[in-house]
Every structure is written in structure tokens, then in C-alpha cells.
């Protein structure tokens, strides 16, 4: 499909730079088919749900994957931006770099204010062990496990998504608003967003209706961000991201289906993860590796009923998804909406609660 067929025009006053408070009082567009548009509230979730539906949720924990640090040639020095994006082993990360053309294979990195600082203090140095398209290298570092992991806190800057950054600098709050708070597993450069909106309190009208929940972990990447340059969808290709699905998780989500109930995902990623793990026979099996999976229109879902989730960029793989799931022309009118009446965009935005189309459905 033409991409510019998903592009449309976003003001600046609409980009979310900090999150409601509390969180679960954002703003929640319910997108049903052949109905009227709902303006609600993120904490009226209950009431679109019934007893016996499961929320499926991603949690993964967002690690301070921004590192800035200097690289040494021949007595030159340049300072290096990297975002870590995939672990790839104990002692390796796949990253972006800016500028990556002043990196080469072998060359060395220091990380930390200073490289003479970051030697004292964090001991994080890191080789170029391969060198891709669009910025992307591949870090060999000098430590590994959980002392990388360490030096990497010590070091590292939540990495705030690109159109907060421009804005604004990282500063404490953001080290609480940008993490879910049932965020557990470590390895996440970007928010699983649309959980950010939860509470105790939310969760705990959820169990009371006899709402289930349930866990997968997709480690989401900085390629979340990135911009489709191609102009047909056919030739735009997704960064792989590393998840995981249990044998319970599974089970119980095959359950939830078998006796009537829906699965709802909270996010992209959560479905992406979901679907990736559900065969042709619409069953969801464990699942553990990378996936790379691009959902656009015409795309049949096998896991999931509804999805809740944030408002997207515009000619991006996720406004792609949504409009797979609940129809291009559908969202287009569902976004001219949220624009005019003042939702908040992204990361930091507002919900939206999407029910399938015809076609879209699993």
C-alpha cells in the first residue's frame, strides 16, 4: 500500500510533553464500528469490558539505553550518541549512533561525561563490532551480565522519545512516568505506552468485574520510532524485537476465547507479540525470540478482540496497525476527531480503545 495513504497533519499544541495525573484520568476515545465516536475517560474502562475478558499487558521495564561518550582515532576524538535498542548476547547490544560516520569496524568507544571520567568511574567501553545501514551498529562492550547492565544505569538517560526530546530535556519525573507500573522484566528502550495509563485503583475495578490479567514481555526498541522513508509498505523493513509468551499465558488466553471471552491487548505491542505467537489456526503458542512481524491493511488477526492503545505518528508502522485492525477510513475519521476536540498525542498522550472491523477481526 502507498504509505502517504496513512499520513496526516498533527498541530504541535497536540504532542503530550508530560502524562495526565493521575494517570488513569487521560482521555479515552472508544472507536466502535458503525457507531457513534465515545469521549471518555481512561478510569471508565470497566465499563466497556465484561466478566470473563482478559487484558494482556507488556512487561517490560525500560532501561536507561541513552548513552553518550567519546570515540579516540589517531589522537582524534568525536563525541558519540547511541541508543541501545536489542540485546543481542551478555556482552552485546545493537544500537544507533549519531553521527555513524564518524565510526568505523574496530573503533573504540568511552562512555560516561567524560571518556577520562567513564574509565574512573563506570568502566564502560565498548568496541564497533559490525556496522549496518541507517546508523546501526552492533557494540561489543567490555563488560558483560549484570556488571554491564550496572554500568549502563550508572551511565545511561531514559530515552525519551525523539519528539519530547526536541522539546524538552529528560529530567526525574520522567523516570517514573516513563515506566509502567508493573513494568518487571529489564530491556526495553521506549515505554510500552498505552500502560502508562493504569493504577491500583483501575486494576482494582478491573478484578473486581472479573476482568483477567495476564503478562508477555516485548522488549520494544528505538525502531518503534522510526520513520517509514519508503513509499509503498512493501518495501519498508521492520527492526526485530525480542519477546517472550509462556506456556500459562498461552493456555490461559486460549481459555479466555474458548468459553466467549475477549482478549484485549493494552498496546502495540502486546499484540504484535500475541500475534506473532498465534498459528493460521488462531491458537496462541509459547513463544520466544525476535519478531519483525508488519501488520498493515488486509492483515487477518488471529489473537486478539480489542486493543487499547495511544495516538500514533503519522505515516507510521503503528498508525498502519491500527488501521489494519479497525479500518483505514475508520481511524482516519477516528483521528480528525481526536484532533479537533484536543486529545494528547503519543507517548504521553491519551487512549483510544479500538473494537475490529469486519475484516480485521480474529
Known amino acids: 500500500m502507498r504509505v502517504d495513504l496513512f499520513d496526516f497533519d498533527l498541530p504541535e499544541e497536540n504532542i503530550a510533553l508530560r502524562p495526565a495525573r493521575p494517570r488513569d484520568s487521560a482521555r479515552l476515545l472508544v472507536v466502535r464500528q458503525d457507531a457513534a465516536l465515545e469521549d471518555r475517560i481512561v478510569r471508565e474502562l470497566p465499563d466497556m469490558l465484561r466478566p470473563g475478558d482478559a487484558l494482556v499487558f507488556n512487561d517490560t521495564k525500560v532501561i536507561p539505553a541513552q548513552l553518550f561518550g567519546e570515540r579516540v582515532r589517531d589522537?582524534?576524538?568525536?563525541?558519540?550518541?547511541?541508543?541501545?535498542?536489542?540485546?543481542?548476547?551478555?556482552d552485546r547490544w545493537r544500537a544507533f549512533v549519531r553521527p555513524a560516520k564518524k565510526l568505523q569496524l574496530g573503533d573504540r568507544i568511552q562512555f560516561g561525561e567524560s571518556a577520562d571520567r567513564a574509565c574512573l568511574i563506570s568502566g564502560l567501553a565498548a568496541t564497533v563490532a559490525e556496522k549496518g545501514e541507517a546508523g546501526e551498529v552492533v557494540l561489543a562492550f567490555d563488560l558483560s551480565g549484570p556488571v554491564l547492565d550496572?554500568?549502563?544505569?550508572?551511565?545511561?538517560?531514559?530515552p525519551l522519545p525523539p519528539y519530547i526530546a526536541s522539546k524538552r530535556g529528560e529530567d526525574g519525573e520522567d523516570k517514573l512516568d516513563y515506566q509502567t507500573i508493573y513494568a518487571r522484566e529489564e530491556g526495553a528502550v521506549a515505554a510500552p505506552t498505552a500502560g502508562l495509563h493504569f493504577t491500583p485503583d483501575l486494576f482494582a475495578r478491573l478484578d473486581a468485574l472479573g476482568v483477567e490479567r495476564h503478562f508477555v514481555t516485548l522488549h520494544v526498541g528505538a525502531g518503534t520510532f522510526l520513520p517509514v522513508k519508503a513509499d509503498d509498505t512493501a518495501e519498508h523493513k521492520m527492526h526485530a524485537e525480542r519477546g517472550e509468551v509462556s506456556q500459562a499465558t498461552a493456555d490461559a488466553l486460549n481459555a479466555v476465547r474458548a468459553r466467549g471471552g475477549r482478549v484485549v491487548a493494552v498496546g502495540t505491542t502486546s499484540l504484535r507479540l500475541l500475534e506473532s505467537a498465534a498459528g493460521e489456526d488462531n491458537i496462541i503458542r509459547p513463544f520466544h525470540g525476535p519478531t519483525s512481524i508488519f501488520i498493515t491493511p488486509g492483515y487477518r488477526f488471529r489473537a486478539i478482540d480489542l486493543l487499547m492503545t495511544n495516538f500514533h505518528l503519522p505515516r507510521?508502522?503503528?498508525?498502519?496497525?491500527?488501521?489494519?485492525?479497525?479500518g483505514l477510513e475508520t481511524m482516519r475519521a477516528a483521528y480528525e476527531h481526536a484532533i479537533a476536540t484536543g486529545y494528547r498525542f503519543y507517548s504521553y498522550g491519551d487512549a483510544s480503545l479500538l473494537f475490529p472491523s469486519e475484516s480485521g477481526g480474529g
Open 316 to 326: 507510521s508502522t503503528l498508525f498502519m496497525l491500527v488501521s489494519a485492525f479497525a
Open 75 to 90: 589522537g582524534v576524538s568525536a563525541r558519540i550518541g547511541v541508543t541501545l535498542h536489542m540485546r543481542e548476547a551478555a
Open 150 to 158: 550496572e554500568a549502563i544505569a550508572s551511565v545511561g538517560h531514559i
